[in-house]
């Protein structure tokens, strides 16, 4: 009823009561306050989400420097060690420095002590290297002086040479004055000569016949003799007759029975090494041709010396007798003369000069002309009244080391180093026969050949000790002799055809028939 | 607008000025920081205010943790009351800006439960809305039927006072509806007429019992006094004491139960003709030892109290279905 309505009145009022008091309540307090703490916090708020913004940057890098410090802590622990390392290092290597001053300062103190040395070194050299010149320039001084000195020494030697033999010719001037003056007293002599002269053939000795004989080709040996100690270097047959003279490096001069083998005499006397053997025609005089620069004559019966010939200056190597006269001996020594001797006056009376030594010599038959072989493979002949060179032929390409005429006189045969043996026309010097042998070498400069005595073989001996045998007209070997062992130095054929004798470097003689 | 509307947007509009000073012993920085001035919706809490003030204070902190509990004159403030009850309980004499103290160390743990910021705050909504469903329906059985995820959009609406946001999540929520024929009417009709909506669950003419979910905050002054403005700070909490006690009455046709009848059932010593309503003092002259309530406060309002009981619960409850009521009395401290 009423009471229901005006309780709802009431409560209508009471609710609009309370709506009125909730907006007023509004306006105090959110509507007044509002909008100001709004306007005041906005920014409060803004910034604290800016703030919150601006947190979360710095927190993001933050912890992004966090990262990078935990990062660098780690190099830097990396660095510290490192470090570390580095100053040990730095510090071992200030020790070494010091040391290496210490070694540089040292050096240097060397080095300039070395350079000292040096230059003092060098001042020497330089003093060495002037005092070198200066004996160098001294040397070709006295080089120079010693050259003229030379020449002047040639010029000398030709000067008295050219004065010896001007000497000589006048010595031979001198002779053959006296000679002349001599002859003319003798008036037999005058015949002879005069007849020679005209026509130079040689005519057989008055005093005698000699015996033609065949001679044999000698093949087997008949006696071995021990003639001499040291070596035999000439032997020789008395004219037709079996009797050898040997002649060696000492002692005496023996003459010995070839067919027994038995020694007859010596002949003493003789000094020095007999180099070459003559004998006169008559078988009285014995010449021999003495390395003591002599020749010695001695009297074969007597056996006693009845000349000793001085005046060579040298070792006379080669001596022949004339077979006409007896009395003139040429001899060939190293002092590049041949000297002609009288046996009857005992002394010189020409003396030839030449320049190469003459090994062999050889009197012709008239006993008027020498035959000289030489060493420089020249065979020259000279007259022995002027003592003048007649010819010169070059006969062989080495020395010459004999010359033996034959019996008739008309061939001459030369040996030489060229190991040819060769068989000269004496009239016209022209060789009529070369002999050679493949065994058959020459042994010395003395090497003597001989021709048979019917002048149809050759006999020369070689270095290997074999004697070898040449028929003249065949021009070949006839016969091989070997019985020595060493070389043969000397062949004879005894004048009546046997035997060949050959003596060798061992002294040894064997006789062949 | 319609008048449950209009009330329930000024509900959930409704903010108060606090001014919020650091306390000086925590005052780290020179000068002190000036106090922040933040306004505080009535049905948030608290620690919801945190985020807004803490940017003021920061740099003026001493090094450590924080721990943050306000004061009122040296009074704790028990942070699961929302902000709104606390000044309508603790200030007599509205105090607009409303001057508190934040203090960042020394959480009073004996007289404060623990408070973790928003979380505790959350837990502690749900918590009261099963309490109020419960009270409500018998079960809470609608309010762990609603997912997870509405729930936190419930919460957040709340937190924000986004009104239009929870009244779409409310249907969610099932909660049985008080019925109040006065809450929809802008006009003295019949009561009635009624208007179609998914609110109401019940079937017409059926005679209810409706239980309301209510707390209830009794402040007792020993003196007398004649103005708001005489009475005395509050000086503990020992001066207040804590009702959790639900309204039932009978939903009964012609009648209409009143406030009045809600406070008489809910504080029945201080009740009869000595209770006044608000802004009416009966300059008796002559005080009772029998307590005698001086002032009701709801929302930050005082009622007639002759107001019906149901459009009060309906228009000013608190988004967690309870109907928050600050008295001061009277009376003998207990």
Same mark, same amino acid.
């Given at each position: 009823g009423t009471c229901f309505r005006s309780q709802e009145e009431k409560a209508m009022e009471a609710i609009k009561d309370a709506l009125r008091a909730l907006r007023k309540r509004h306006l105090l307090e959110e509507g007044a306050h509002g909008p100001a703490i709004s306007a005041l916090s906005k920014p409060m708020i803004s910034q604290g989400s800016e703030w919150k913004e601006k947190t979360e940057k710095l927190e993001i890098e933050l912890q992004q420097c966090y990262k990078a410090q935990s990062r660098l802590s780690a190099l830097l622990v990396i660095e510290v060690a490192e470090s570390r390392t580095s100053k040990a290092s730095l510090q071992d290597k200030e020790l070494l420095i010091n040391d290496l001053e210490k070694d540089l300062s040292q050096t240097r103190e060397e080095c300039t002590r070395l350079q000292e040395e040096l230059e003092e070194k060098t001042k020497t050299l330089d003093l060495l290297i002037t005092e070198n010149k200066e004996v160098r320039s001294q040397l070709e001084e006295m080089t120079n002086r010693a050259q003229k000195a030379e020449s002047e020494n040639k010029m000398l030697i030709d000067r008295w040479m050219l004065q010896k033999m001007q000497d000589a010719e006048r010595l031979n001037e001198a002779n053959a004055l006296y000679e002349e003056m001599l002859a003319k007293l003798k008036a037999n002599g005058l015949e002879n000569l005069a007849r020679q002269q005209v026509d130079g053939i040689v005519r057989r000795n008055e005093d005698g016949t000699d015996h033609f004989v065949e001679s044999t080709i000698p093949s087997t040996c008949g006696h071995r003799i021990h003639a001499h100690e040291g070596g035999c270097g000439s032997i020789l047959f008395q004219y037709n007759s079996r009797t050898l003279f040997t002649g060696g490096q000492a002692g005496p001069v023996k003459m010995w029975?070839?067919? +027994?083998? +038995?020694? %007859?005499k010596s002949l003493n006397g003789s000094l020095g090494n007999i180099l070459d053997l003559a004998i006169t025609h008559d078988n009285k005089s014995l010449i021999a041709a003495s390395s003591s620069n002599n020749l010695f004559v001695w009297d074969v019966n007597s056996g006693r010396v009845r000349h000793t010939l001085t005046g060579h200056t040298d070792k006379v190597c080669a001596v022949d007798v004339s077979k006409f006269s007896s009395r003139h001996v040429v001899s060939a020594a190293y002092d590049r003369t041949i000297k002609l001797w009288d046996l009857q006056k005992g002394y010189c009376t020409n003396t030839v000069l030449f320049t190469s030594n003459c090994n062999a010599i050889c009197l012709s038959i008239d006993g008027l002309t020498v035959f000289s072989g030489h060493m420089d493979g020249n065979l020259r002949l000279w007259d022995i009244q002027t003592g003048k060179l007649l010819s010169e032929v070059a006969g062989h390409s080495s020395a010459i080391t004999s010359v033996s005429l034959s019996r008739n006189g008309n061939m001459i045969l030369t040996s030489g180093r060229d190991n040819v043996h060769n068989v000269f026309d004496t009239r016209t010097l022209e060789i009529c026969g070369t002999l050679r042998a493949s065994g058959n070498r020459l042994a010395s400069n003395w090497s003597r050949s001989c021709i048979s005595p019917d002048d149809e073989y050759v006999a020369a001996g070689s270095a290997d000790g074999t004697v070898h045998v040449w028929s003249i007209s065949k021009g070949s070997i006839v016969s091989t002799l070997k019985e020595q062992t060493s070389p043969i130095l000397c062949c004879s054929w005894s004048? %009546?055809?046997?035997?060949l004798a050959s003596a060798d470097k061992n002294g040894y003689v064997c006789t062949w028939t | 607008m319609a008048a449950n509307e209009e009330a329930m947007k000024y509900v959930w509009e409704g903010a108060i000025p606090l001014q919020i000073h650091l306390h000086k012993s925590e005052v780290a920085s020179h000068p002190a920081p000036p106090p922040a001035l933040v306004l505080a $919706?009535?049905?948030?809490?608290? $620690?919801?205010l945190v985020p807004l003030i803490k940017p003021y204070f920061k740099d003026s902190l001493p090094p450590g943790e924080d721990s943050i509990w306000f004061d009122y004159k040296g009074v704790p403030l028990k942070w699961y009351i929302p902000t709104g009850v606390l000044f309508d309980l603790l200030c007599a004499e509205s105090e607009r800006p409303w001057n508190l103290t934040i203090h960042f160390r020394g959480y009073p743990s004996n007289v404060l439960i623990p408070c973790e910021g928003e979380d505790s705050a959350k837990w502690n909504f749900v918590n009261s809305l099963k309490e109020a469903a419960y009270i409500i329906n018998g079960n809470c059985k609608n309010v762990m039927n609603m997912s997870q995820s509405d729930q936190e959009d419930l919460w957040t609406s709340v937190m924000n006072g986004d009104l239009d946001a929870y009244t779409r999540l409310l249907p969610k929520l099932k909660m049985g509806n008080i019925e109040d024929e006065f809450s929809r009417k802008e006009s003295l009709s019949s009561p009635v007429s009624r208007q179609g909506g998914g609110t109401e669950i019940d079937v017409a003419g059926q005679v209810k019992t409706a239980r309301i979910p209510v707390r209830l905050y009794v402040r007792s002054v020993s003196q007398n006094f004649e103005n708001l403005e005489d009475v005395p700070e509050i000086d503990t909490w020992d001066e207040i004491s804590y009702m959790n006690r639900p309204v039932e009455f009978l939903k009964e046709k012609g009648k209409c139960f009143t406030l009045r009848d809600a406070m008489e059932s809910l504080l029945p010593e201080y009740s009869g003709d000595r209770a006044q309503t608000s802004g009416? !003092? !009966?300059?008796?002259g002559s005080q009772e030892t029998r307590g005698e309530i001086k002032l009701v406060r709801i929302q930050g309002i005082e009622l007639k109290l002759e107001i019906p009981f149901s459009w009060v619960v309906n228009n000013l409850m608190n988004p967690e279905f309870y109907l928050h009521i600050s008295v001061l009395v009277i009376g003998p401290q207990r």
């Open positions: 029975d070839t067919n +027994s083998g +038995s020694l %007859i004048g %009546i055809g046997k035997p | $919706p009535r049905i948030g809490y608290l $620690p919801l009416e !003092e !009966e300059a008796d």
